[in-house]
């Protein structure tokens, strides 16, 4: 079975970025959404962003215009760059590819944004 192994977390002040990566360990080309979500503690887990394997993205309202996702279905990897980060960022955020049946998720990276 694929493996998802996220990293690129940790801490930041308001206003830095991050680049979270996500490496599978087998093919990712053929998977249909590839992306990110975000657990904050006391929340439940929320949508952050995904891609499509041709490339269309969603994004949820909150990051709009701050987060990009991107995906190199040739390195297996999936990204989140994180701009203008604010201290209601702070989660973990988990890595997750989904295709039918298929439904993987990573471990998490913590993802903290201090004032």
């Known amino acids: 079975q694929v493996q998802l192994v996220e990293s690129g977390g940790g801490l930041v002040y308001t206003g830095g970025s991050l680049n979270l990566s996500c490496v599978a360990s087998?093919?990712?080309?053929?998977?249909?959404?590839a992306g990110w979500y975000r657990q904050a503690p006391g929340k439940e887990r929320e949508l952050v962003a995904t891609?499509?394997?041709?490339?269309?993205?969603r994004y949820s309202d909150s990051v709009k215009g701050r987060f990009t996702v991107s995906r190199a279905n040739a390195e297996n990897s999936v990204y989140l760059q994180m701009n203008s980060l604010k201290p209601e960022d702070t989660a973990v955020y988990y890595c997750?590819?989904?295709?039918?049946?298929?439904?993987?998720w990573g471990q998490g990276t913590q993802v903290t944004v201090s004032s």
């Open positions: 087998g093919s990712i080309a053929n998977i249909y959404a």
């Open positions: 997750n590819v989904r295709d039918g049946p298929i439904n993987l």
């Open positions: 891609i499509t394997n041709i490339g269309s993205r």
